[in-house]
């Protein structure tokens, strides 16, 4: 029986909501953040630190740094040194931050597309070149292209590859063997690997992820890794993360980087936020799981038996839908377009995930059932709608 109600639906709209600022008739199912509430031990956390009253200048308390060890030991079998972890206001400055400390205007970063829009940002805006070392696809499955990627990282002027473990868009768990496969040469060629570990948490149950710095002994001594609450307990907005970093060099570096930077200092609720997510909110999370999952077996489920025409890449992580289109013909955008435009479900085009995204739409499987439902019609009568008019 379950203790939570992920059924209930809560109205974004005029909260100043990214996801929800859409016309009254739109369904988002876009940017990556659920509609769900999050686990009331982190509502009650942040109602308590509110309830006081005084919101003055924030410490980093010593349970935050027992949270994040304690958390990543018993669900990750993974032991971190206090001394590896940095507060951060967030995974995508602590990306830029560390784009700037550790490579230099004009050098390249490695990126396995499709990937996170976001890398994009952090390498162009920053005076870094971005190089697509495209994962392999065999019309099922994603894997690393080696031989691609080892040509990329023997460029000299190549001097950081950020990893996305697990894989957003495309929903894979890497395997420590292919992890560490990775570390071998990346250490052979001097590349630093920045892993994005956000949705580390968002997995199928009973699946668990390896985090990089897991894999082996190279891995953990040539790798800084972005870890957070915020994607799998829905508190983005808090703005609560940490960089963990076993090398103590490295660490000294991206340190240095994200107090020059500013974003080291915490806000007056992102500790107790995270300290409450990871101590008192596992029977949340895994009731999450499970929901989520359905979620994603209902409209996979649909699409195969309603829309043929697409096809859903198996995925064992995130609760986002990387749907393939290649047997339309057409740019997955006009595609985006043409439904939001017919039926108001807004989905997003794979393009921004780089060049091998083209012929894909990402889903957000993070509402409740109904949603999905209303979803998945909506993207039944737009394919229609768009496959009548050519």
């Given at each position: 029986?379950?203790?939570?109600?992920?059924?209930?639906?809560?109205?974004?709209?005029?909260?100043?909501?990214?996801?929800?600022?859409?016309?009254?008739?739109?369904?988002?199912?876009?940017?990556?953040?659920?509609?769900?509430?999050?686990?009331?031990?982190?509502?009650?956390?942040?109602?308590?630190?509110?309830?006081?009253?005084?919101?003055?200048?924030?410490?980093?308390?010593?349970?935050?740094?027992?949270?994040?060890?304690?958390?990543?030991?018993?669900?990750?079998?993974?032991?971190?040194?206090?001394?590896?972890?940095?507060?951060?206001?967030?995974?995508?400055?602590?990306?830029?931050?560390?784009?700037?400390?550790?490579?230099?205007?004009?050098?390249?970063?490695?990126?396995?597309?499709?990937?996170?829009?976001?890398?994009?940002?952090?390498?162009?805006?920053?005076?870094?070149?971005?190089?697509?070392?495209?994962?392999?696809?065999?019309?099922?499955?994603?894997?690393?292209?080696?031989?691609?990627?080892?040509?990329?990282?023997?460029?000299?002027?190549?001097?950081?590859?950020?990893?996305?473990?697990?894989?957003?868009?495309?929903?894979?768990?890497?395997?420590?063997?292919?992890?560490?496969?990775?570390?071998?040469?990346?250490?052979?060629?001097?590349?630093?690997?920045?892993?994005?570990?956000?949705?580390?948490?968002?997995?199928?149950?009973?699946?668990?992820?390896?985090p990089f710095a897991a894999?082996?002994?190279?891995c953990k001594n040539i790798?800084?890794?972005?870890?957070?609450?915020?994607?799998?307990?829905?508190?983005?907005?808090?703005?609560?993360?940490?960089?963990?970093?076993?090398?103590?060099?490295?660490?000294?570096?991206?340190?240095?980087?994200?107090?020059?930077?500013?974003?080291?200092?915490?806000?007056?609720?992102?500790?107790?936020?995270?300290?409450?997510?990871?101590?008192?909110?596992?029977?949340?999370?895994?009731?999450?799981?499970?929901?989520?999952?359905?979620?994603?077996?209902?409209?996979?489920?649909?699409?195969?038996?309603?829309?043929?025409?697409?096809?859903?890449?198996?995925?064992?992580?995130?609760?986002?839908?990387?749907?393939?289109?290649?047997?339309?013909?057409?740019?997955?955008?006009?595609?985006?377009?043409?439904?939001?435009?017919?039926?108001?479900?807004?989905?997003?085009?794979?393009?921004?995930?780089?060049?091998?995204?083209?012929?894909?739409?990402?889903?957000?499987?993070?509402?409740?059932?109904?949603?999905?439902?209303?979803?998945?019609?909506?993207?039944?009568?737009?394919?229609?709608?768009?496959?009548?008019?050519?």
């Amino acid at each position: 029986m379950s203790n939570y109600d992920f059924d209930q639906i809560t109205d974004r709209r005029n909260t100043g909501s990214l996801k929800w600022d859409v016309a009254e008739n739109e369904l988002p199912m876009w940017v990556a953040d659920m509609d769900f509430q999050t686990a009331p031990a982190v509502r009650e956390a942040i109602e308590k630190r509110a309830a006081h009253g005084v919101f003055g200048y924030t410490d980093v308390e010593e349970d935050w740094y027992q949270a994040y060890m304690n958390w990543w030991e018993r669900r990750h079998q993974f032991s971190i040194k206090k001394e590896w972890l940095t507060f951060c206001t967030g995974v995508v400055p602590a990306i830029s931050s560390t784009v700037r400390k550790l490579t230099t205007p004009g050098e390249n970063v490695l990126i396995q597309t499709p990937v996170y829009n976001i890398f994009f940002n952090s390498i162009v805006n920053n005076g870094r070149n971005v190089v697509e070392c495209p994962l392999a696809y065999d019309g099922e499955n994603y894997e690393m292209d080696f031989e691609a990627l080892e040509e990329k990282l023997s460029d000299p002027q190549t001097s950081l590859m950020i990893l996305c473990n697990p894989h957003n868009p495309v929903g894979r768990i890497w395997e420590r063997e292919t992890l560490a496969r990775v570390g071998e040469l990346c250490e052979k060629y001097h590349v630093t690997v920045l892993s994005d570990e956000i949705h580390c948490d968002i997995t199928r149950p009973g699946t668990g992820y390896i985090p990089f710095a897991a894999a082996s002994e190279t891995c953990k001594n040539i790798s800084v890794t972005c870890i957070a609450p915020t994607k799998a307990f829905n508190i983005a907005g808090i703005q609560t993360a940490a960089v963990m970093i076993p090398n103590e060099a490295l660490h000294h570096k991206v340190w240095r980087a994200l107090n020059t930077d500013e974003v080291a200092e915490p806000n007056v609720f992102a500790i107790g936020a995270a300290i409450a997510a990871f101590t008192k909110g596992e029977d949340w999370l895994e009731e999450l799981r499970e929901y989520l999952f359905e979620n994603r077996t209902y409209m996979t489920d649909y699409i195969r038996k309603e829309i043929p025409q697409l096809k859903v890449t198996e995925a064992d992580a995130t609760y986002l839908l990387w749907v393939d289109c290649n047997a339309l013909g057409c740019s997955a955008k006009e595609l985006a377009d043409a439904i939001r435009k017919t039926t108001g479900l807004y989905v997003s085009e794979g393009a921004q995930y780089g060049k091998t995204g083209e012929q894909f739409l990402r889903i957000n499987l993070a509402c409740q059932k109904s949603r999905i439902a209303d979803g998945c019609e909506r993207l039944k009568r737009g394919v229609e709608a768009y496959l009548s008019q050519k």
